[in-house]
Nanobody, 111 residues
């Protein structure tokens, strides 16, 4: 059974940082392209960062230069380092493997 468990969300002030983690199990993590997806309040899902099995990373324009996606295949873990957070980054963040997602972790950016 595929399982994706996100953690690391919380409340942070604008300009702050957070690091999200996603522990994967039930599949061969190292051979899959993985993504982070977020859903802002009242909006649809938005792919924000993707990393291939060869560790090529791509980012959506709203987070480019502020967020960094990484993976540790030895730990079956996906990361998202988020810096210079803005209020519009508020939402639920999900780890994604070709459309399969975990339960998500809430990120709230507010002063």
């Amino acid at each position: 059974e595929v399982q994706l468990v996100e953690s690391g969300g919380g409340l942070v002030q604008p300009g702050g940082s957070l690091r999200l983690s996603c522990v994967a199990s039930g599949f061969a993590f190292s051979v899959y392209t993985m993504s982070w997806v977020r859903q802002a309040p009242g909006k649809g899902f938005e792919y924000i960062a993707t990393i291939t099995e060869s560790e090529r990373a791509t980012y959506a324009d709203p987070v480019k230069g502020r967020f960094t996606i990484a993976r540790d295949n030895a730990k079956n873990t996906l990361y998202l380092q988020m810096n210079s957070l803005k209020t519009e980054d508020t939402g639920v963040y999900y780890c994604d493997r070709t459309g399969t997602r975990g339960q998500g972790t809430q990120v709230t950016v507010s002063s």
